[in-house]
């Protein structure tokens, strides 16, 4: 890395689009690590060295849109569609809030059915009831209208996830069916904004026809938006999804796509400092301590997945999703050894807020 590069990050000198390239596109072992050094002193600083958890419950795989790389899309059909009970997702918030993971998220495919936005908000209701409120709620359900949007926060979420998938637009039309709007997604954001949630987006890292410059670019996009979390991860091939043949030789590319990730990780902290980055599943799809290293990256948040295991196997956004088989309890033992092993702590108990919201809201 050059030096007056690696002077600015141990300044926190303001980062420029050009230093921002320049970091995405380090390659020798050496720079990476002086990257994800940089980046994870920059975390501790910010948010200390505590990990959030936010128990994951992937509660339908319904889902009425088509994106090219999702392999639950509507067209796939060789998904075993489910949807949980009301009483499914309320056993399994209860024991969120037993073992004190102090949030939980609920997410699912896309719909905009009435129907869906009154179950939706029945069941933010009943967490918050079971858990006397203790629970914090996160919701990833997709692009919906101002009003529902306005019903779930009153219902009692209060944060939401809405990856922009890529920010160009003419990548995001070569992503999804031509009836998929990159500006309605965008808008989307600012509706949740204005509703008052607090917000996360992010991309997908190393989708076939990708540039570094619209890596680049999504990082300006999360800075214009002024985002409080950011959640990304690799791109991860799914057979049955068109965009697969684009990438044929993908498993020779697991570290690649790994590393890239991580980088983005990295020079995500380095520019936005005091935000929730999550260090995703997909990174321990690549890789078995994807995770770990993620969380060394500049990543502070992790999702473990604590939907019900017979699940799983129709939840499978990508191939190769780890845990498909682990009982809930088996996979937060290992989580928390691993955290514990990396010098970690876990928040337990807390709903783990971004810094960048606390500083905003003052
Ligand atoms: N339906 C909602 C939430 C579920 S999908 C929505 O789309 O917002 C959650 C995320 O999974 C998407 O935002 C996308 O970034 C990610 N995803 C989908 N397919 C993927 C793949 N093949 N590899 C990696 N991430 C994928
Ligand atoms: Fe549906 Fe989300 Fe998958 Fe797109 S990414 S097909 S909206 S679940």
């Not at 684009?246 to 991580?262: G, S």
Request: neutral net charge; aromatic residues 8%; hydrophobic residues 35%.
């Amino acid at each position: 890395m050059r030096k007056e590069l690696s002077d600015k990050l141990d300044a926190e000198a303001p980062l420029t689009p050009a230093d921002l390239r320049e970091l995405l596109l380090l390659k020798e072992e050496a720079d990476l690590q002086s990257l994800y050094e940089a980046a994870y002193r920059i975390k501790v600083k910010y948010v200390g060295k505590r990990v959030n958890l936010r128990g994951l419950i992937e509660f339908s795989n319904l889902c009425t849109k088509n994106c090219y790389y999702c392999g639950i899309r509507r067209d796939n059909t060789h998904v075993k569609r489910y949807r949980m009970t009301l009483e499914e997702i309320l056993r399994e918030a209860r024991w969120a809030d037993e073992i004190k993971l102090g949030s939980v998220v609920l997410q699912s495919g896309e719909r905009s059915d009435a129907e869906f936005a009154d179950f939706v908000e029945s069941a933010v209701k009943g967490i918050k009831e079971i858990s006397g409120g203790a629970l914090g709620i996160t919701l990833s359900c997709g692009e919906q209208n101002e009003e529902t949007y306005r019903r779930w926060f009153n219902a009692g979420a209060h944060r939401y996830l809405l990856r922009i998938e890529t920010s160009n637009p003419e990548f995001y039309r070569r992503l999804h069916p031509a009836d998929h709007s990159y500006e309605q997604r965008k808008n989307c954001l600012a509706l949740l904004k204005k509703a008052g949630f607090m917000t996360g987006s992010g991309v997908m890292i190393g989708v076939p026809g990708q540039t570094v410059d619209d890596l680049v670019s999504d990082l300006l996009f999360f800075r214009d938006q002024d985002l409080d979390m950011v959640g990304m991860g690799p791109y991860i091939v799914h057979d049955d999804t068109p965009l697969a043949k684009q990438f044929p030789d993908f498993a020779a590319h697991k570290e690649d796509q790994l590393v890239l990730a991580l980088k983005m990780i990295a020079v995500t902290r380095l520019f936005l400092k005091d935000v929730n980055i999550a260090s995703t599943t997909a990174l321990q799809a690549l890789r078995e301590d994807g995770r770990e290293t993620g969380l060394l990256a500049g990543g502070n948040v992790i999702m473990p997945n604590i939907t019900e295991t017979r699940y799983r196997d129709s939840y499978q956004l990508y191939r190769g999703k780890p845990g498909l088989k682990d009982a809930p309890e088996n996979g937060m033992t290992a989580l928390k050894k691993m955290i514990e092993s990396i010098g970690e702590t876990i928040a337990f108990g807390e709903w783990g807020d971004s810094p960048h919201f606390r500083n905003k809201s003052r």
